[in-house]
């Protein structure tokens, strides 16, 4: 049967553009076209467009204003994610900070409920006046209107922004790039600017109603799952909310399709006492339904590999090493951290792999997401990979690195058959360790 294992294999390759695939700018491009579609945003279209004067001119002219107008919102996104990508560098290490995660994931939880209507998000009336008057005809009206319309809309835009500068910080902290950050943005923006441009063009849109009271519940299903998704690094018992390692993820797709169905979107809580009973009944199944399914496709099993945590540990496991003159792959890890899970899920999980693996090496994890409340991972980390994730260390039988447990105490470690500080697919992997002795 197919696994989550499988799924993973099939997503493009991310090493092009380090952090970003082409599904990640889908996902962000998807964002701002159902952004929207919005009750802040979709009705305020045609007369945003007829303001800057795209309508009733030549196409070329209409492209041209409707081009300035998405550049605008292009720009003040793409500098949000400029920003946020370069000050996440610390921030995968405070993933595993319950002082960090909390109200992270509390905040995203404020969104979501903003979305199901519980608030709205504004600014204040003053402020809101004086961007109201920014633009107007023309391309630098346009322009600078464009620049202010992220805040014009903040009560739609508003969520959906923050936890996509909240996806760009977690991934900033996991190796991407400032470039990643700013391109995930501008995409993002262009997605928001699609119907700005068919407008522009003459299409006529679909009539505003109910339907987009629907988006905004899709939105505040989704946030309330990444909130869950920002806990799992300190939760080991939301992490093992998988119900089954086989059929886990159909069982959570099949929960979070009855809750849509059940009213999760469509239902309201502007409604009577029953539907606003059916709706949070059929939330909470299509929430419980798609956090299994993503715990399932994060779920790694241990297998062969020995989990160390100090190390008296570690020397126990490389003396067993030793013992039977084995290799040894010493492999650090986090909760937080996207390219070592793709190194368990795909590399490590490859059948070839696994089985080169189980049959000639000594296995060895270190999880370091509280790595500062243990001083033995902290020497174990800094020794062996430098203090950086992803890292997988590799080491020839010939090393006996039991013997040398008294440099490995005093930060010093001897030079491995290889090192790795980037993901690396089976492919690449696999004729690297059949080298090893």
């Known amino acids: ?37 919005t009750p802040c945003v979709y009705p305020l279209i045609p007369v945003t467009v007829a303001v800057f004067g795209a309508q009733g001119v030549s196409r070329g002219k209409a492209l041209f204003l409707a081009t300035a107008y998405v ?19 610390q921030f995968g290490a405070w993933l595993a900070d319950p002082i960090v995660v909390l109200p992270i994931a509390a905040l995203l939880l404020a969104l979501a409920a903003s979305m199901f209507g519980a608030f709205d998000l504004q600014l204040p009336h003053s402020l ?37 500068l909240a996806y760009i910080a977690k991934s ?37 109603g109910k339907w987009m009271e629907y988006i905004k519940s899709v939105f505040g299903v989704a946030l309330v799952v990444m ?59 299509a929430i419980l339904g798609f956090t299994v399914a993503l715990n399932n496709v994060m779920y790694v099993s241990e297998g062969e590999w020995k989990t160390v945590a100090t190390l008296d540990e570690f020397s126990e496991a490389v ?20 390219p070592c899970k793709e190194m368990d899920l795909i590399t490590f999980a490859d059948e070839r792999v696994e089985l080169e693996l189980s049959s000639r090496f000594e296995l060895i994890k270190i999880k370091v997401d509280n790595v500062d409340d243990s001083p033995d991972k ?31 105490r005093q930060g010093q470690a001897p030079d491995p058959a290889f090192r790795l500080n980037t993901f690396t697919g089976p492919d690449e992997f696999l004729p690297k360790i059949q080298a090893v002795e």
């Open 1 to 37: 049967m197919i696994t989550p294992t499988d799924l993973l294999a099939l997503a493009p390759d991310t090493s092009g553009f380090e952090a970003g695939s082409l599904s990640t700018y889908a996902w962000a491009f998807g964002q701002g076209v159902l952004v929207d579609l």
């Open 71 to 89: 550049l605008g919102m292009a720009v003040l996104y793409t500098t949000l994610g400029v920003v946020v990508a370069l000050t996440g560098t």
């Open 128 to 164: 809101q006046t004086k961007l109201n008057t920014v633009g107007g005809a023309g391309p630098l009206g346009a322009f600078l209107m464009g620049l202010v319309s992220g805040f014009i809309s903040a009560p739609c835009t508003g969520p959906v922004l923050l936890s996509l």
């Open 172 to 208: 900033s902290a996991q190796g991407g790039s400032v470039a990643y950050g700013g391109s995930l943005l501008f995409t993002y923006a262009l997605g928001m600017g699609t119907l700005f441009f068919a407008v522009a063009l003459g299409a006529s849109l679909f009539r505003p």
């Open 227 to 285: 909130a869950l998704w920002f806990i799992r690094p300190i939760s080991p018992e939301l992490r093992a909310f998988v119900l089954h390692p086989e059929w886990g993820l159909w069982i959570g797709m099949g929960l979070g399709a009855i809750g849509i169905i059940a009213g999760a979107i469509h239902l309201s809580f502007y409604g009577p006492l029953a539907e606003k009973v059916r709706k949070g009944f059929a939330v909470v199944i």
């Open 319 to 338: 003396a067993v090493a030793d013992e039977f003159g084995k290799p040894l792959v010493i492999d650090f890890g986090a909760e937080w951290c996207n």
């Open 378 to 408: 902290q020497v174990l980390f800094n020794t062996f990979v430098n203090g950086s994730l992803p890292g997988v260390v590799v080491y020839g039988s010939g090393v006996r690195l039991s013997d040398q447990m008294d440099a490995v």
